[in-house]
T-cell receptor, first 116, second 119 residues
């Protein structure tokens, strides 16, 4: 069965600090997709990244970077030089190869507070 | 811009009444849409999978007679919370599956979500 674990329930950092949000997943499929979403207080889910299981190349997008390690089943997310606007709940999610949504599983989320 | 639109964003209803939430795919056809519920400080939990032209598939523990899902067209799915009670107060969010060949990758788009408060 699929499972996504985000061990950090809440993290607080001071502005300009770097912060890494952990995500560990479990799946029996060899082909799957991993996602990160940001959920600000308004509630909408903001798509950040999608990565398929065959692409282990790390990705950087501005202040965001992702480290995908299949060997440890982890897909960690780092925000560099955090800003107050980064305060939100961040969800890691896993979808198996069919991406039909029935196997789209969210982690419990990590609430990030960036203090000025 | 948004590719999946949800309406209403906020709704307050009296206990015992029914409320309908709409989920629309704006520029693609979605044969499959999904409904999630999120209680405060919790993750999103899949309630049901909505298939165009057929009955929805409900997750274990979700009352299908209480949460009516209709997917009558390729761009619209509705969730009706019948005889709502305060414990139904939650954030409901939909998503739609876009298949390759519609100018988009095979991916899932989320609506903006709907806050339901039952008083």
């Amino acid at each position: 069965a699929q499972k996504v674990t985000q061990a950090q329930t809440e993290i607080s950092v001071v502005e300009k600090e770097d912060v890494t949000l952990d995500c560990v997943y479990e799946t029996r499929d060899t082909t799957y997709y991993l996602f990160w979403y940001k959920q600000p207080p308004s509630g909408e889910l903001v798509f950040l990244i999608r990565r398929n299981s065959f692409d282990e190349q790390n990705e950087i997008s501005g202040r965001y970077s992702w480290n995908f390690q299949k060997s440890t089943s982890s897909f960690n997310f780092t925000i560099t030089a955090s800003q107050v606007v980064d305060s939100a709940v961040y969800f890691c999610a896993l979808s198996e190869a069919s991406i039909n949504g029935q196997n789209f599983v969210f982690g419990p989320g990590t609430r990030l507070s960036v203090l000025p | 811009g948004a590719v999946v639109s949800q309406h209403p964003s906020w709704v307050i209803c009296k206990s015992g009444t029914s409320v309908k939430i709409e989920c629309r795919s704006l520029d693609f056809q979605a044969t499959t849409m999904f409904w999630y519920r999120q209680f405060p400080k919790q993750s999103l939990m899949l309630m049901a999978t909505s298939n165009e032209g057929s009955k929805a598939t409900y997750e274990q523990g979700v009352e299908k007679d209480k949460f009516l899902i209709n997917h009558a067209s390729l761009t619209l799915s509705t969730l009706t919370v019948t005889s709502a009670h305060p414990e139904d107060s939650s954030f409901y969010i939909c998503s739609a599956l876009s298949r390759q060949g519609q100018g988009r990758r095979n991916t899932i788009y989320f609506g903006e979500g709907s806050w339901l408060t039952v008083v």
